[in-house]
């Protein structure tokens, strides 16, 4: 069936035991899913690593020697070019290369990270995938969130940090309640808000990936070979990859938890084993 991957996600535990202790090597699985995934699908995998194009834009254009991420979609000397003539990158890139070239920022108050930031995740936005709508707008919400305890924290103007202008943002920016006036309507901000109040910033940053975690399993309760596992297990190597610099030692549990998860959930029900199927098709 197109759009289903049996045997690339029925390898998935497979991939994982053989790197053993140490975590997978994120930039040789991509490679595999351009040989694998559909044009369709390829496109919506790319969407996930577009964070590290916009940190090698955001360190061309302001000029500061880091070495160019290799897990980006577009290479250093496409950006380099198109950096001249912003051309063939994406609308929301070339938007803010024009922007940028001019000094006319696009968010009068945000700081040119924050507003690429802005532009990229009103780009995710439209996205067609359920999945991928779902994630980027949790992801997006934890980041204001966030933003928002710390600029309460330290007095500090929230709209100067806070992206967008959707309900939940405007909160973010205008209240000064506890959940900000959210709690009933969104019961995780209550979870999200005790998370917060923990003065070991480490410790939150794990428990809110925990959160995540959770959220990617919970989206894909019902999916089993789907391109939306694939895309929850590209978003899992990617926290544990952060842990690995952060925390070895948390970067570790987490890839033993990845492990686990793997040979738990890919328990398939029969009729959507590989088997059964192929005995179907004969």
């Given at each position: 069936m197109?759009g289903?991957y049996?045997?690339?996600?029925?390898?998935?535990?497979?991939l994982v035991q053989?790197?053993?202790?140490?975590?997978?090597a994120?930039?040789e699985?991509?490679?595999?899913l351009?040989?694998?995934l559909?044009a369709?699908?390829i496109q919506?995998?790319k969407?996930?690593?577009?964070?590290?194009?916009?940190?090698?834009?955001?360190n061309?254009?302001l000029k500061t020697?880091?070495?160019?991420h290799p897990l980006a979609?577009f290479t250093a000397?496409?950006?380099?070019q198109?950096?001249?003539e912003?051309?063939?990158?994406?609308p929301?890139?070339n938007q803010?290369i024009?922007?940028?070239?001019?000094e006319?920022?696009l968010?009068?108050n945000l700081s040119?990270?924050?507003n690429?930031?802005?532009?990229?995740?009103e780009?995710?936005k439209?996205?067609?995938?359920?999945?991928?709508k779902?994630?980027?707008n949790l992801?997006?919400?934890?980041?204001?969130?966030?933003?928002?305890?710390?600029a309460?924290d330290?007095?500090?103007?929230p709209?100067?940090?806070?992206l967008?202008d959707?309900?939940?943002s405007?909160?973010?920016?205008?209240?000064?309640?506890?959940d900000?006036?959210?709690g009933?309507?969104?019961?995780?901000?209550n979870?999200v808000?005790?998370i917060?109040?923990n003065e070991?910033?480490?410790?939150q940053e794990l428990?809110?990936?925990?959160i995540?975690w959770e959220?990617?399993d919970e989206l894909n309760?019902?999916?089993?070979?789907?391109?939306e596992?694939?895309?929850?297990f590209?978003i899992k190597?990617m926290?544990i990859?952060?842990w690995i610099a952060l925390?070895p030692?948390?970067?570790?549990?987490?890839?033993?938890k990845?492990?686990k998860?793997?040979?738990k959930?890919?328990?398939f029900?029969?009729e959507?084993?590989?088997?059964?199927?192929?005995k179907?098709?004969?």
């Open positions: 197109a289903n049996y045997y690339l996600v029925a390898g998935l535990p497979d053989d790197a053993k202790k140490q975590p997978i994120l930039q699985f991509k490679n595999e351009l040989e694998q559909s369709r699908d919506l995998s969407m996930l690593f577009l964070q590290f194009d916009n940190q090698n834009l955001l061309q254009l020697e880091k070495p160019h979609n000397d496409e950006l380099e198109n950096i001249k912003p051309l063939a990158l994406l929301y890139m803010f024009t922007a940028f070239k001019a006319t920022p968010y009068e040119w990270e924050d690429l930031t802005s532009l990229y995740f780009y995710l439209k996205t067609t995938n359920p999945f991928l779902k994630w980027f992801d997006f919400q934890l980041r204001n969130f966030r933003v928002a305890m710390n309460r330290y007095k500090l103007n709209s100067s940090y806070i967008g959707d309900e939940v405007v909160a973010f920016k205008k209240s000064t309640l506890r900000f006036g959210l009933n309507d969104y019961p995780l901000i979870k808000a005790t917060l109040e070991n910033v480490l410790q428990d809110l990936d925990r995540r959220y990617l309760t019902f999916n089993y070979f789907s391109i596992v694939v895309l929850a590209i190597v926290i990859e952060r925390d030692e948390a970067g570790h549990q987490i890839f033993n990845l492990i998860d793997l040979q959930n890919y328990e029900p029969k959507f084993s590989i088997y059964e199927r192929r179907e098709t004969n």
